[in-house]
């Protein structure tokens, strides 16, 4: 006789079970890795850039740059938010960072 006939009815349904449980493990796998490979290009959106005019007071160093709908946040090693136009560079407005306690 085969050896198939010499198993369990329930150890054959548990092979079954492994076996499609791998197959649906394998074929999520390839979808995840599918999906990141046509979607990273447009991940890799191109960064805005900051306008040529952007030109910060003498004596202060940015520390970290903000970008937002017509404006460009710039903060200065001198404690201060310098609010940028984003088109002409030219300063909208200043604010102080008042120390914390």
Request: aromatic share 6%.
């Given at each position: 006789m085969g050896e198939s006939a010499d198993r369990p009815p329930e150890l054959r349904f548990l092979k079954l079970l492994v076996s499609v449980l791998a197959g649906t493990m394998i074929l999520g796998l390839i979808t995840i890795i599918v999906l990141i490979v046509i979607?990273?290009?447009?991940?890799?959106?191109?960064?805005?850039?900051?306008?040529?005019?952007?030109?910060?007071?003498e004596g202060t160093r940015a520390e970290a740059v903000t970008l937002g709908r017509g404006w460009i946040a710039v903060v200065t090693d001198t404690d201060e938010i310098l609010i940028l136009d984003a088109k002409t560079g030219a300063l909208r407005q200043r604010v102080a960072i008042e120390p914390g306690n």
């Open positions: 979607r990273f290009p447009t991940a890799m959106a191109p960064r805005p850039t900051l306008p040529d005019a952007v030109a910060l007071p």
